[in-house]
């Protein structure tokens, strides 16, 4: 079976690690493309992700993109799961090189060579994508679909109805939408339906303590007693990979960048508008859990086995 030909864009956080190796596994990635998204600076999020590769075994182009969001005043809020650094502190290996050109160039270039099939995934904020599209117009029409870990289909882990990720550039995510690109949603309400015990997390590590199995329980961790343990990226790349074990519904996305406490909201309508916006984005609702772990456990075997 061919694997989809992807763009995998990140912001450098830990949990992006994990999605890497599953989509190592699972779908052909033509490029990785970076943005400071939620990392504390720009350089950790570059510096992190080219060690990502570099661990995961992938070698594919690899390039910089926005130190900002889209607008400058706006405050991104501070990532809280990763520590500072982005990695909680782990050594990862020196890190792949990068191209010259930058991410939003890469974009489009895999777009033309993929000829209407490419995939883009995004695993933090839409920032490059965004820029991507400002600069190229004709892209929207040349991309099989974007596939984004963010939003929510009801509250949120900023606030009671903000996700972490749509909050850090609500604006690029608009635009993103507003392009007409079909999208695919892994919102943080399918990150809570997929949460794993700590009991789940031994059966998929299954006595292993090596390097891979370190970044995988510090990827998922939470730094609160209680807090569900979920892997956001790994997601997006199950579902595009495996989509029979993901129920998806149909919904029109509208983003919310104005009000101060809702800015980065997601609105799913299960309607068509009077202004004709179509049902374009499948929500992500619930997944083979069984199917979710077994290919989270054969992948960190194998993993595992390098060493």
């Not at 809020?77 to 982005?86: A, N, V």
């Not at 031994?202 to 979920?230: C, D, L, Q, W």
């Not at 129920?247 to 004709?276: D, Q």
Request: with cysteine; net charge negative; charged share 25%.
């Amino acid at each position: 079976m061919n694997k989809l030909p992807v763009v995998i864009d990140t912001d450098g956080q830990l949990d992006s690690f994990w999605g890497i190796m599953l989509a190592k596994q699972l779908l052909d990635v033509k490029a990785v493309t970076v943005c400071k998204g939620k990392s504390k600076e720009a350089e950790q999020a570059f510096e992190n992700t080219g060690g990502f590769l570099t661990m995961a075994g992938l070698q594919c182009h690899l390039s910089k993109g926005s130190e900002r969001p889209v607008l400058i005043s706006k405050k991104v809020p501070e990532q809280r799961r990763f520590l500072p650094d982005g990695k909680c502190g782990l050594p990862f290996p020196k890190g792949a090189n990068y191209d010259t050109m930058p991410a939003w160039d890469r974009i489009y270039q895999e777009a033309k060579e993929a000829e209407g099939e490419l995939v883009v995934v995004c695993f933090g904020p839409m920032t490059n994508l965004a820029l991507a599209i400002f600069k190229y117009p004709e892209l929207s029409s040349m991309i099989k679909k974007v596939a984004f870990v963010g939003g929510s289909y009801d509250f949120g882990n900023v606030s009671a109805v903000v996700e972490e990720n749509m909050a850090a550039d609500p604006e690029a995510a608009k635009a993103v939408f507003q392009s007409g690109i079909l999208m695919e949603m892994y919102g943080y309400h399918f990150e809570l339906k997929s949460a794993l015990t700590n009991a789940e997390v031994g059966k998929i590590v299954h006595g292993a303590n090596g390097p891979y199995t370190t970044a995988f329980a510090m990827s998922g961790m939470s730094h609160r007693p209680g807090e569900a343990i979920y892997y956001g990226p790994a997601l997006a790349v199950f579902g595009i990979g495996m989509p029979e074990h993901v129920r998806f519904e149909r919904y029109n996305i509208f983003v919310e960048t104005k009000g101060e406490l809702s800015r980065g909201r997601v609105v799913p309508l299960n309607m068509y508008t009077p202004l004709g916006y179509p049902k374009n984005t499948k929500v992500a609702m619930d997944l083979d859990r069984e199917a979710y772990m077994n290919l989270l456990k054969e992948t960190l075997d194998g993993y595992e086995k390098l060493e």
